[in-house]
Nanobody, 125 residues
Framework: QVQLRESGGGSVPVGGSLRLSCAVSGFEISTGCWGWYRQAPGKEREGISITNFKGNSVYSDSVRGRFTASSGRDILYLQMSSLKPEDTGLYYC?????????????????????WGQGTQVNVSS
């Protein structure tokens, strides 16, 4: 059974940085696909990044160049910098056993099998 637990959220000023973590159990990071997602109030869940089993990541237009996804042993990271008010939301990590993330970033929410409970990020001006 895959279990994911996010941490590291908080309140930061515009232009600040945060690093989110996602503790992973029951899933071998190097054999599957994983991603980061966020949901703002009143909006649909948005894919931020997905990474395949080779460690190759794809980012949404809204965060490319500012956010970086990475992984360690049984842990996923999302380094966020130059934060904007529109980055505010509940951030989730998710995993899929599909190695190549063939479904792409936009469609990935419907293909991820396991989700964490989320961690809140608030960016204030």
């Amino acid at each position: 059974q895959v279990q994911l637990r996010e941490s590291g959220g908080g309140s930061v000023p515009v232009g600040g940085s945060l690093r989110l973590s996602c503790a992973v159990s029951g899933f071998e990071i190097s054999t599957g696909c994983w991603g980061w997602y966020r949901q703002a109030p009143g909006k649909e869940r948005e894919g931020i990044s997905i990474t395949n089993f080779k460690g190759n990541s794809v980012y949404s237009d809204s965060v490319r160049g500012r956010f970086t996804a990475s992984s360690g042993r049984d842990i996923l990271y999302l380094q966020m910098s130059s934060l904007k008010p529109e980055d505010t939301g509940l951030y989730y990590c998710a995993t899929s056993p599909e190695k190549l993330c063939w479904f792409g970033l936009k469609a990935s929410p419907g293909h991820m099998e396991s989700w964490g409970q989320g961690t809140q990020v608030n960016v204030s001006s």
